[in-house]
């Protein structure tokens, strides 16, 4: 079946559209570095970032110590800045994902948020990333924090 | 008004007996024969043919209670979906863990080197694998050992969850690893011998 030219240009454009509505927008964070404010005396900082666009539809707060501080936007990053201590960073889709971490002052922390399979939706795993794989796989990411 | 009620079974050499106690829910699988007797409403079922239990009963003496029959390609069905199920079982696996009584030594001087890669092994879950040339030091003592952080790496240990994790050794081995979160300890299975560089 062959379908017009019209269709098809509909139906690309439509996609196009949707694909659109899908991207994160907000400031990258290699552009948000020179204007971020610095961490207060006694606290540190967590950056939780999702990279991948894998279930984008998917977007559960993030919580930290019960308290939500963000969503899991695909392609995007948030920071906290909190007291020197320890926390539970969590999500919940069909099941709750946690890791616990320490913060000391003036320590900052990267949490990603892995995207796996689950049984009727998708599970987003907060993840404790070392500093320097993090730094390679935030730097485009955009910001979606407050 | 009819009670719904449970089925309790007793094993017996030939075939199974299912008491029925009243004002309970009934549910289960169960094997049957298919005989519903006693006044006192009792079923005796006998072994090889499933049936899941589902019904009302008259408080009354001498009441009925009903039985679905479920055939062979019910009962496989069943069993799949139930093993299906049980493999998105999400929250399987957890750390086994210990309370532990940690004591700081911010004075301790006691550092080294992982001379190589190392990987702990634990009974449930897994742990990071321990990078050559991380520099550890020791932050704190638990029952099990002197525990060591390092700054090197990011060192946890995960099951459903993750959790931050620092090593705890004893005598030259990898004992396992303090949760300073949980404040509990995990061990290794089995421990490992480490080799440092001081």
């Not at chain 1, 019209?6 to 899908?22: D, H, K, M, P």
């Not at chain 1, 961490?39 to 950056?47: D, H, L, Q």
């Amino acid at each position: 079946m062959k379908l017009g030219r019209f269709t098809r240009l509909t139906a690309v454009g439509a996609i196009a559209l949707f694909l659109a509505g899908c991207a994160t927008s907000g400031p990258t964070f290699m552009e948000m570095q020179t204007s971020s404010k610095p961490i207060a005396a006694n606290s540190g900082r967590i950056y939780v970032y999702r990279t991948s666009a894998l279930g984008a539809a998917l977007q559960p707060s993030v919580k930290l110590d019960g308290m939500t501080v963000g969503d899991a936007v695909p392609e995007g990053y948030f920071f906290v800045d909190r007291p020197a201590g320890t926390y539970k960073l969590s999500t919940a889709t069909e099941v709750d994902r946690t890791v616990s971490l320490t913060l000391n002052s003036g320590e900052v922390r990267y949490v990603r948020l892995d995207v796996s399979f689950g049984f009727f939706v998708g599970h987003i795993s907060p993840v404790l990333v070392d500093t320097a794989e993090a730094e390679k796989e935030i730097q485009k990411l955009h910001f979606t924090g407050k | 008004m009819p009670a719904t009620c449970w089925l309790r079974k007793t094993e017996y050499p030939k075939h199974f007996r299912y008491e029925i106690i009243p004002s309970y829910s009934l549910r289960g699988v169960a094997f049957d024969g298919r005989v519903v007797q006693y006044s006192n409403v009792s079923a005796v079922l006998s072994r090889g043919t499933a049936i899941a239990g589902c019904g009302t009963l008259c408080p009354n003496a001498g009441a009925t209670v009903h039985f679905r029959n479920v055939g062979r390609r019910q009962l496989c069905s069943a069993v799949v979906c139930a093993v299906l199920l049980g493999g998105c079982a999400f929250d399987v696996i957890s750390i086994r863990q210990m309370p532990a009584n940690f004591q700081s030594t911010p004075d301790s001087q006691q550092n080294w080197t992982l001379a190589q890669d190392m990987k702990v092994k634990l009974r449930q879950g897994f742990a990071s694998n321990l990078k050559k040339g991380t520099v550890w030091k020791q932050v704190g003592h638990i029952e099990q050992g002197d525990v060591f952080r390092t700054g090197d790496q990011v060192v946890t240990v995960e099951a459903s969850n993750q959790y931050e994790a620092y090593l705890v050794v004893n005598n030259g081995m990898a004992m396992g690893f303090y949760l300073p979160v949980e404040k509990t300890f995990t061990a290794a299975d089995p421990p490992i011998a480490i080799k440092t560089t001081p």
